[in-house]
């Protein structure tokens, strides 16, 4: 069965620092989705990564997909409060099958 | 926000009851997919219809099943309820088959099984 982990799975963080959320993926698919979750809310697509070697960036996240390494990563600079959320990687597989992580709990200290 | 609404918001049922839940798709889309997320949990995908046919299933048992209408909304129903199927349900609808999947989910709708 296809497996999805993020890490850190919570992340405290000084408003004004850098940090990375890593999704990590057991499939050879190189079809990647970020999304953003707000507590109550529903699910916001922040980046669709289609191939090897993407990069996308938006404001102050920046996701990027390795699928040799079947590795993609989410990258916040200078964190600001608005930031704080759950954030979700999921996995295409086969069939319009999507695998999501177990997501990463942000929080964006001031 | 975008335009993918669910019907009701929040539902209490009893342990074998049965249940219905709604999705209307956003404008211009023809698929619809539905997600279970448990509590602190990611989505799980539980299955997929483009055009009225279901075009894939994730790991669920045959009582969940669905339907997706000519206007493209589409029902989720559960048979059987188990104190397990207390989540949110979540529809997200997307256009064609065509890549990538942009999807754009609805509200949810929070089911709490007794």
């Known amino acids: 069965e296809l497996k999805v982990e993020q890490n850190p799975l919570f992340l405290s963080m000084q408003e004004g620092k850098n940090y990375t959320i890593y999704c990590n993926y057991s499939?050879?698919?190189?079809?990647l989705y970020w999304y953003r979750q707000d507590p109550g809310k529903s699910l916001e697509s922040l980046f669709v990564l289609l191939s090897n070697g993407a990069v996308k960036q938006e404001g102050r996240l920046m996701a990027s997909l390795d699928t040799k390494a079947r590795l993609s990563t989410l990258h916040i600079t200078a964190a600001v409060h608005d930031l704080s959320a759950t954030y979700f990687c999921?996995?295409?597989?086969?069939?319009?099958?999507?695998?999501f992580g177990t997501g990463t709990s942000l929080t964006v200290i001031p | 926000e975008t335009g993918v609404t669910q019907s009701p918001t929040h539902l209490i049922k009893t342990r074998g009851q049965q249940v219905t839940l709604r999705c209307s798709s956003q404008s211009g889309h023809n698929t619809v997919s539905w997600y279970q997320q448990a509590l602190g949990q990611g989505p799980q995908f539980i299955f997929q219809?483009?055009?009225?046919?279901?075009?894939g299933r994730g790991n669920f048992p045959p009582r969940f099943s669905g339907l997706q209408f000519p206007n493209y909304s589409s029902e989720l129903n559960v048979n059987a309820l188990e104190l397990d199927d207390s989540a949110l349900y979540l529809c997200?609808?997307?256009?064609?088959?065509?890549?990538?999947?942009?999807?754009?989910f609805g509200p949810g709708t929070r089911l709490t099984v007794t």
């Open positions: 999921a996995v295409e597989e086969g069939r319009n099958q999507f695998y």
């Open positions: 499939t050879t698919s190189d079809r």
């Open positions: 997200a609808s997307s256009q064609g088959r065509i890549h990538p999947y942009e999807q754009y």
């Open positions: 219809y483009y055009r009225e046919e279901e075009n």
